[in-house]
């Protein structure tokens, strides 16, 4: 064969590999196709290529003799055969114009010139009926999708092989699935171009194609005559056709359901009586759906049966619903009886289509009304956050008393009667604001005064900070001491104490500016921030003007008393150029305002820093300590409050100073933490109390106090696992106490180590709980085992009801939460019955112990081992 005809042999194969996939996808789908096919007597339908492929049938070296049905085209290949020349192809006038005439009908001639498609320059009427060939077409090009495929494949591999090929394809004939041979026959002339024969002929086997649709279908279809009872009524059916699923869905088969009554078949499976809907539409009344259900062996049949009509005979559909029954009856159990409220609602008008009962308690409605509103009605002026992927809303809904709800309404799309609709569940999150409201509050203020807190304030000043970097603004710290406030307290009590510092505050806001910030640091000491300072006088005006009204103060609850207010300041950035630095030189002049006299104002000055000096001589000597000798545990007892019995001791660290004696942990400590010696501190800390607390009985706990250092260190889990193995104490008698600051810097990754010393079995405990103004949200990162309310708090609970509100609402979050409680400072047996009142879990002060040595502790476990309650 000539180079060109090979090279256009190469271009069709590859074309056909590309065009196989979609032809195999159309093969897998055709029986599905097929069930939407409307079908008219002589009507022409493409169904598609046989699946042993688009080549020839003769992989096992057979002849298309051997492959063909029929006698005369195995005559043709005869007369092909002997056409032949000396390895040349028979000539198109010898083949196409001579010795098969007889067969023209059935036979095309073809054409192929170049890259151009195949034309036809003579095509029979019975080719041109089976392929639905128009009489004016002359391309290959516009015979339907399946006939240009296989033709186009018998032309390329004949071509290829120099020999004729056949190929088949299906298609529809005459309302019925033929299998169409198709042979070309490759041919020589005088002519351009390549010249082929094609013969076309339906085998004889054919498929029924109204029988293959009607019984691939899952669906029971039935043909029905009316029997007529006189009157025009029906009263029975002849059954005219059944399939094989109508005659399964009946318990029986085709043969023996056909030209049977419908009565007998259905008394057959249990059904006694004719279903009216059937012997209404029978008898020419309204045709309509309905549901059939009954007993088949040891199954329930459940069929919703359609009913059509043409000619008076009936054309009934049974589709199996067994499926769709079993998850409307989940549904409803999971609806109608779920305890959270859900209701469902149109999605185009919002009106409301179904509620259960927990959805009625929770706004207040009967079924009739709420059935009867809409979701806008219930919904507060339409406002919605959405969250998440989009199914989660966060909104306020409105009850029927009018009251209003912060809800989450969790939503996702169904179908109610064929219409999209919306299923939404609710969750009330009412009281859960509320309570996070008042907490965060509380987080954010000082409870007693309503102004911000320490961790605030903190936070102002970054923003301050951050606004001299971008603006140059300077701004300022005054500090604010009471004068007397002690006496005060100790002489009129702690409410009077409390009294005064709400009249401080008020007074405080009522001479700053809006922009500055007011706080109240603790006990009787405030700060101001004043931003955008001028000049240094704006400062120290404001500073005269509140020590003029606060000494102005002359009674409190009726009592006459002598206040006053010492004040310092330090400016950023003439003082200081950092946050710390500045609160540092503040607090320097506020000292040396009270050392000099009271009620007077100082600058800090670069003079004071000699408490600054004596602070770098104490962590030069702790630097050079020898810990082993000079540092020591002392142990306070956790007291259990409702059984008076000892839970366990809170280890805290000593520092014998060979210099100094006894130096106060709140001297060396923070030195500790900003040097990093902590750590090695903690290390040994943790190493020797564990060693001790394994010579105490099983049931006590361990306490120790672990520094923001140690977590950034890294090394924080391997110390605790080396503390109990070398010491052989149980993972949970180990109870690590963190404070909040641990978890403000880098909290992931202080979480996760939080998470890791969880999985060895020690507990862990949130310390000073209520201070800080996010601890709250850490309570739902990490399950802490215990929160322990500030000292602060305890010390006010009696006096200040503000104090007593935010000690229960600890007691109760952890209550809720799973997580024990322990009250820090109880000094008082007023405290004591407090705390007792409000259920709180376990108490530690000096009204049962201050931290005593390592050598005492064995006569303390005696002693509480020996009674049964050490609060009776």
């Not at 009344?285 to 069929?303: D, T």
């Not at 809409?374 to 966060?394: F, K, P, Q, W, Y």
């Not at 002049?589 to 602070?615: C, I, N, P, V």
């Not at 020797?688 to 120790?704: G, H, I, K, N």
Request: glycine letters at 8%; hydrophobic letters at 45%.
């Amino acid at each position: 064969m000539p180079d060109a005809l090979g090279e256009r042999s190469l271009r069709s194969s590859e074309a056909l590999t590309r065009l196989d996939p979609q032809q195999n996808r159309r093969d897998a789908t055709m029986i599905a196709a097929l069930r939407n096919v409307s079908l008219q007597k002589g009507a022409h339908s493409m169904i598609g290529l046989d699946h042993t492929g688009l080549g020839t049938v003769d992989a096992a070296g057979q002849s298309v003799a051997a492959q063909t049905e029929f006698d005369d085209v195995r005559l043709i290949l005869r007369r092909w055969q002997s056409a032949c020349g000396a390895g040349a192809l028979p000539p198109y006038e010898e083949i196409a114009l001579g010795s098969v005439g007889r067969f023209s009908d059935e036979i095309a001639v073809v054409r192929r010139l170049g890259d151009e498609p195949p034309l036809l320059l003579r095509c029979g009427q019975r080719f041109r009926a089976i392929v639905g060939l128009a009489e004016s077409a002359r391309s290959l090009a516009e015979l339907p999708y399946a006939f240009n495929l296989a033709i186009g494949s018998a032309i390329d591999k004949a071509c290829s092989a120099g020999e004729p090929r056949l190929t088949v394809c299906h298609w529809v004939v005459d309302g019925k699935v033929s299998t169409i041979e198709i042979v070309a026959l490759p041919l020589s002339c005088r002519w351009p171009g390549e010249y082929f024969v094609l013969f076309l002929r339906p085998r004889a086997s054919q498929v029924e194609l109204a029988s293959l649709l009607i019984n691939s279908t899952q669906e029971g279809i039935i043909g029905l005559s009316p029997i007529d009872c006189g009157h025009g009524a029906t009263s029975d059916f002849y059954i005219l056709s059944v399939n094989e699923a109508a005659a399964a869905f009946l318990g029986s088969s085709i043969d023996s359901l056909q030209f049977t009554r419908l009565s007998d078949a259905l008394t057959k499976v249990g059904i006694s009586e004719i279903p009216q809907e059937l012997l209404c539409a029978g008898s020419g009344g309204r045709i309509s759906s309905f549901e059939l259900a009954y007993g088949l062996g040891q199954q329930r049949v459940a069929l919703q049966v359609g009913v059509d009509i043409a000619g008076g005979v009936l054309a009934v559909t049974l589709t199996d619903i067994r499926d769709l029954k079993a998850r409307e009856t989940l549904f409803r159990s999971l609806f109608d009886d779920n305890p959270a409220p859900m209701f469902v609602h149109s999605q185009s008008t919002g009106i409301f289509l179904n509620v259960n009962e927990a959805a009625l308690r929770l706004y207040g409605y009967s079924r009739g009304d709420f059935l009867d509103s809409s979701l806008a009605e219930i919904r507060v002026d339409g406002r919605t956050n959405r969250e998440r992927d989009g199914r989660e809303l966060v909104l306020r809904h409105r009850t029927a008393d009018g009251r209003e709800l912060d809800v989450i309404e969790y939503t996702s799309e169904t179908l109610v009667d064929h219409q999209v609709a919306i299923l939404s569940t609710i969750v009330d999150i009412t009281e859960r604001k509320r309570a996070e409201a008042h907490i965060t509050y509380l987080a954010h203020h000082d409870p007693l005064t309503g102004v911000a807190n320490r961790t605030v304030f903190t936070r102002e000043l970054e923003h301050a900070a951050d606004s001299l970097e971008q603006n140059g603004r300077r701004f300022a710290v005054v500090l604010i001491d009471l004068d007397n406030f002690k006496t005060v307290n100790d002489t009129l009590g702690h409410a009077a104490g409390d009294a005064l510092l709400i009249e401080v505050t008020a007074r405080l806001r009522h001479l700053v500016r809006k922009t500055d910030v007011v706080a109240r640091l603790g006990g009787d000491e405030f700060a101001i921030l004043v931003p955008a300072v001028e000049c240094r006088s704006d400062v120290e005006e404001l500073a005269q003007r509140i020590i003029r009204d606060l000494t102005a103060i002359r009674k409190v609850d009726g009592a006459v008393i002598v206040i006053g207010a010492s004040i310092g300041a330090a400016l950023v950035p003439d003082d200081a150029a950092d946050i710390d630095s500045l609160l540092k030189c503040a607090d320097l002049a506020l000292y040396r305002a009270k050392q000099s006299d009271k009620g007077t104002f100082r600058w800090f000055e670069a003079g004071m820093d000699m408490r600054q000096r004596e602070r770098r001589a104490l962590e030069i000597e702790l630097r050079g300590a020898e810990i082993d000798r000079e540092f020591e545990l002392h142990y306070q007892p956790i007291i259990r409050t409702q059984t008076g019995k000892l839970r366990g001791f809170e280890a805290l660290l000593r520092w014998q100073n060979p210099r100094r004696g006894m130096v106060s942990p709140a001297d060396f400590i923070p030195i500790a933490e900003e040097t990093g010696i902590l750590d090695e501190l903690g290390r040994w800390v943790l190493a020797m109390a564990c060693r001790e607390a394994a010579t105490w009985p099983r049931d006590l706990v361990l306490s120790v106090n672990v520094s923001p250092v140690q977590f950034r260190k890294g090394n924080l889990v391997g110390a605790v696992g080396l503390a109990l193995a070398g010491s052989g104490l149980e993972a949970h008698q180990l109870e690590i106490e963190i404070t909040e600051s641990v978890l403000l810097a880098e909290s992931s990754t202080n979480l996760a180590i939080l998470k890791q010393l969880r999985s060895l079995g020690v507990r862990i405990a949130l310390d000073d709980f209520g201070t800080g103004y996010s601890s709250l949200s850490y309570l739902r990162q990490f399950p802490f085992n215990r929160l322990k309310i500030d000292r602060s708090f305890v010390r006010e609970i009696v006096q200040c009801p503000e104090s007593l509100a935010i000690v229960r609402a600890v007691i109760g979050l952890g209550t809720s939460l799973g997580i024990d409680t322990t009250a820090e400072g109880v000094e008082t047996v007023a405290q004591l019955e407090a705390l007792r009142a409000e259920k709180c879990g376990e108490l530690q002060g000096f009204l049962f112990s201050p931290p005593v040595a390592r050598k005492s502790v064995a006569s303390i476990i005696g002693a509480y081992f020996e009674e049964t309650s050490r609060l009776a």
